[in-house]
């Protein structure tokens, strides 16, 4: 997707729940969330992208583990090992996927799904080629001057405000 999609989770995510959750930009977790890849536990193969995506957001030995055993994280190992991005209470969970969505959607589009596109195409190549891409990228792109300009200066009071 060249969307920005945010994945919120406040129970259990296992198996192809977690491929899917995995497959958004980022992940939203309540304290009630727990996270398994229990496909090797019941006799299954990922088939949604689990053997891609495990290893690229928690690491190699992380996920074999997970693989392997099936067991359950909580949600703050979840956090520690980069599987999700932030924990927060069950009762605010969705105002905070909210608040961030409403966040992406204050930012260039174009710009988010470009730089977005970036990372994924560079995360595969070595820093030099990552930075190649980039470079190539910003060559092409020509930003409006008049949105740039609306947006900074509410990026300024954003920041100044602590938010």
């Given at each position: 997707?060249?969307k920005p999609v945010i994945c919120a989770v ?154």
């Amino acid at each position: 997707m060249d969307k920005p999609v945010i994945c919120a989770v406040n129970g259990a995510c296992a198996t192809g729940a977690l491929e899917i959750a995995l497959s958004c930009t980022w992940i939203i977790a309540s304290e009630r969330a727990r996270f398994a890849d229990t496909h090797a536990r019941v006799g299954l193969l990922p088939r949604w992208g689990m053997s891609a995506l495990l290893p690229r957001a928690v690491g190699l030995r992380k996920a074999r583990e997970m693989t392997a055993t099936g067991n359950f994280v909580g949600a703050d190992e979840a956090l520690r090992i980069g599987l999700v991005n932030e924990v927060v209470g069950p009762d605010q969970l969705l105002d905070r996927a909210r608040q961030l969505a409403a966040d992406v959607a204050s930012s260039d589009p174009a710009a988010v799904r470009r730089t977005l596109a970036l990372y994924d195409e560079g995360d595969s190549r070595s820093l030099a080629g990552a930075l190649g891409l980039e470079a190539e990228a910003g060559a092409l792109w020509a930003p409006d001057p008049a949105g740039v300009a609306t947006r900074f200066s509410t990026t300024i009071q954003r920041g100044s405000s602590g938010s």
